[in-house]
């Protein structure tokens, strides 16, 4: 079925980085523009970072531009967010998400807990 | 940036109400706005795309309206599955921010 695996969360001092990744099955993965949305705790949610279908664009939030880069690898049908220079805020479930109008695919999410 | 604006911040209602939630744009953006129900500890929902555009399998007492700055989501008969946080988001141009969220709850 149509679905968004992330994993690659986890605890991280401030200052570390981080990669998160996010597998798509069921679905033609280079058709899609891919998002990155995430939610800190008791909080609502924030959109992160997008890419274009072919990877060619992207954009990033003002909170973490310079910081976070989104990418996808086509081959493996993986869409990833690299995180660097992480502050105690980028504290969150982060959820990725395919978007057609809407985002109408998300997935289960993975924790990232910035803590020294 | 388009900010959203979403209220009420929390609701609690009875079983069989009608529940409306409003949305407001800070600028134009026609009818490009989406409704997703969050349920705790779980991914977002899209139930409504473009506005008033029922997404297939979300039961028909909820619905969306509105174009240009101003929007609602309303469910017709309020049931306990309802339960769950409800968020607006605009998608015509980046960022695509979301509104800050209505806790939904049950009297």
């Known amino acids: 079925q149509v679905q968004l695996v992330e994993s690659g969360g986890g605890v991280v001092q401030p200052g570390k980085s981080l990669r998160l990744s996010c597998e798509a099955s069921?679905?033609?993965?280079?058709?899609?523009?891919m998002h990155w949305v995430r939610q800190a705790p008791s909080k609502g949610l924030e959109w992160v970072a997008v890419?274009?279908?072919?990877?060619?664009?992207?954009q990033h939030a003002d909170s973490v531009k310079g910081r976070f880069t989104i990418s996808r690898d086509r081959s493996r049908n993986t869409l990833y967010l690299q995180m660097n220079s992480l502050r105690v805020e980028d504290t969150a479930v982060y959820y990725c998400?395919?978007?057609?109008?809407?985002?109408?695919?998300w997935g289960q999410g993975t924790m990232v807990t910035v803590s020294s | 940036d388009i900010q959203m604006t979403q209220s009420p911040s929390s609701l609690s209602a009875s079983v069989g109400d009608r529940v409306t939630i409003t949305c407001q744009a800070s600028?134009?953006?026609?009818?490009?706005l989406n409704w997703y129900q969050q349920k705790p500890g779980k991914a977002p929902k899209l139930l409504i795309s473009?506005?008033?555009n029922l997404e297939t399998g979300v039961p028909s007492r909820f619905s969306g309206s509105g174009s240009g700055t101003d929007f609602a989501f309303t469910i017709s008969s309020l049931q306990p599955e309802d339960v769950a946080t409800y968020y607006c988001?605009?998608?015509?141009?980046?960022?695509?921010?979301f509104g800050q969220g209505t806790k939904l709850q049950i009297k």
């Open positions: 069921g679905f033609t993965f280079s058709t899609y523009p």
């Open positions: 988001q605009h998608y015509d141009n980046l960022p695509y921010t």
């Open positions: 600028h134009d953006i026609s009818n490009y």
């Open positions: 890419t274009s279908y072919g990877g060619t664009y992207k």
């Open positions: 473009d506005a008033s």
């Open positions: 998400a395919r978007q057609t109008k809407a985002f109408d695919i």
